[in-house]
Each structure stands twice: as structure tokens, then as C-alpha cells.
């Protein structure tokens, strides 16, 4: 791939400008969520956050939105992490964000079969799986737009699911259910913990003076 390193500071991830055209989506994108977030990017003039590609195969793991917006646009490069999927720590896939906090997502979903999705071109559903990093993808760049070359805007309708209006607004509906679902599993999870730190502070202070 075509590759130029970009500075950013207070990142502890390589961040490279990577060519458009050499990128692959492993699964199809919803075209009212696309409309939202070119609107978005347009108003602002950056990307905020770079997408996150695998290195060997140039496929996408997260960012597929962020990529088709520019790629409608024209734009011809993309502000990316490139990572290896297979180098330790593994980059674990599931069907839910919530499946970040267990060990298998029980939905017999590999890192091979989304690159096999890429690579073969055989697109997988719109938001089929979710990917965890063993770092936040939240590195915000804000990389504007005015910096990457600009060609003439590229179709991208081959890459979207044929999804009705009520059919796009229930996928989003069903994105935010799944965002709280993970922020009651998160709120339950503290209450947890901070039970057991006040039965363990219980405990020290059976010990007196010799703690």
C-alpha cells in the first residue's frame, strides 16, 4: 500500500495517510448513516478520527463509513492506523460491542473470515461485526480535508446495502440500543466493583493501627 506517516501528537499509534482506491470494505455501509456523517464532515472540513486498516491486505476493520464519505467525494488518500491483525495482542471480533467484556461472541466470527469478506468482495451486512483493539481508535486527529487530494466524485453505491428509509432508521435505532446495552453492562459492572472494594475496606479495618 501506499503509505505517507503522519505526525500526531500525544498518539502512541502509527497514523499514515493511505491511498483510497487500495482499500477494501469488508462489509456493505447504510446509506442513511452515510448521508449523516458527510454532512458532518463536510460542515466540519476534518476527519476527526482515522480509520483502522489491516496492513498485509489493506482491508478495513473499522472506519468503512468514514472511508466512503471521502471516496464519494473524491478524495484520493485517507488518514489511517494500519495494524497487523495476527501480531500479539490478536485483535479480537464480535457481534455486539458488549462482546468486548467476554471471551467469544458464540457467533463463530474470525478476524480470517472478515478478511476473506474483503478480499473476495463479497461484503458482509452493515454493522455484522464489531472489532476491539488493544488500543483506543479514538485518536483524535481532526485532519482536515484541504490537506488530502481531491479527484472527481466516485460512485459508491455498489458498496451500500438496499435499505429502505424505515429500514436505515431502524438500524440506527438498533446502534444505540446496542450502545446502551454496553453502558448498563458497564454501570453494573462499576456497582460490582465498588461493592467489592467497600467489603474489602471492611475487612483492612479489622486490622487497626498495623494498617
Not at 478476524?111 to 461484503?123: D, N, P, T
Not at 475496606?201 to 494498617?211: A, H
Request: charged content about 30%; some cysteine.
Amino acid at each position: 500500500m501506499t503509505t505517507t506517516i503522519l505526525k500526531t501528537e500525544g498518539s502512541n499509534v502509527r497514523t499514515a495517510l493511505l491511498s483510497i482506491d487500495e482499500l477494501k470494505p469488508h462489509e456493505k455501509g447504510s446509506p442513511l448513516y452515510l448521508g449523516l456523517l458527510k454532512q458532518e464532515i463536510l460542515r466540519d472540513g476534518v476527519l476527526r478520527y482515522p480509520i483502522v486498516v489491516d496492513a498485509r491486505t489493506g482491508v478495513i476493520l473499522d472506519g468503512m463509513h468514514r472511508w466512503l464519505v471521502l471516496k464519494s467525494l473524491g478524495y484520493r488518500s485517507i488518514p489511517s492506523i494500519p495494524v497487523d491483525v495476527f501480531q500479539k495482542p490478536v485483535i479480537r471480533v464480535g457481534r455486539r460491542r458488549i462482546h468486548q467484556y467476554m471471551n467469544g461472541s458464540g457467533d463463530n466470527i474470525t478476524i480470517e473470515k472478515v478478511l476473506s469478506a474483503g478480499l473476495s468482495g463479497q461484503l458482509m451486512e452493515p454493522r455484522t461485526t464489531r472489532h476491539f483493539f488493544p488500543f483506543s481508535k479514538f485518536q483524535l486527529i481532526n485532519y482536515p480535508l484541504r490537506l488530502l487530494k481531491k479527484g472527481e466524485p466516485c460512485d459508491v453505491s455498489s458498496y451500500l446495502s438496499k435499505m429502505t428509509n424505515k429500514e436505515c432508521s431502524l438500524a440506527i435505532r438498533e446502534w444505540v440500543e446496542e450502545i446502551s446495552e454496553e453502558l448498563e453492562f458497564l454501570a453494573k459492572r462499576r456497582a460490582e466493583v465498588e461493592r467489592e472494594k467497600e467489603e474489602f475496606m471492611d475487612r483492612v479495618k479489622g486490622l487497626g493501627d498495623s494498617f
